[in-house]
């Protein structure tokens, strides 16, 4: 679970930073906006090999994996909810003196929460496979591995059991963390059904 926490909020941090930037600034958008799109659509085994070169069989190559297979979701839906915010609210916003900063943390933010939301959501998904694939291929502890000792033994009882394991650990993040703070967003913002 360390892995993939610290990997995880490695890629919250800058994902919401990268994304916020990404979605105000035109330059950014016309430059970068395409390129994460771009390596969002790669798949998070296909850093495999580049996190080998750079960080050889080790911790950090995994964490790299984490980072890049989830980084550009959260991005995504960073870039997505600032460009969704509606033109009243910031001119709203500046007509009572908000600018700079302030605009941010005041409207910004809080209006692209839904989206920013599910791209957390789909950046965790993905962090989690990434992690399940980097163990897979690494030699350590981890499901991955335990997943893969099963097929080398061919313990198809050990593949099963691991793989539940795996789901469950999904589904209880997905149900216990990202669901209440969806609908808490969702309430605050009157969206809730």
């Known amino acids: 679970m360390k892995r993939i926490l610290i990997g995880y909020s490695v890629s919250i941090v800058f994902g919401l930073f990268i994304g916020l930037l990404i979605g105000r600034i035109k330059t950014l958008d016309e430059t970068l906006g395409t390129l994460v799109l771009g390596l969002q659509a790669l798949p998070s085994i296909c850093w495999l090999p580049i996190a080998l070169l750079w ?3 080790s911790e950090t190559a995994m964490q790299a994996i984490v980072i890049l297979g989830s980084l550009f979701s959260i991005i995504i839906g960073a870039d997505t909810g600032v460009k969704n915010v509606p033109p009243i609210y910031l001119r709203a916003a500046r007509t009572m003196g908000a600018k700079g900063i302030q605009l941010y943390t005041k409207v910004i933010i809080p209006a692209a929460l839904p989206s920013v939301i599910s791209g957390f959501k789909q950046g965790w998904s993905f962090a989690w496979r990434s992690l399940m694939a980097a163990e897979l291929l690494y030699v350590g502890l981890g499901l991955g591995h335990l997943l893969m000792m099963g097929r080398e ?12 394991v795996i789901i469950i650990i999904g589904v209880v993040v997905d149900r216990f963390i990202f669901a209440k703070i969806e609908n808490k967003v969702r309430e605050r913002w ?3 059904g």
Do not use: H, K, W
């Open 190 to 192: 009157g969206l809730a």
């Open 153 to 164: 033994l061919n313990d198809m009882n050990q593949v099963i059991a691991v793989m539940i």
């Open 55 to 57: 960080f050889g069989l």
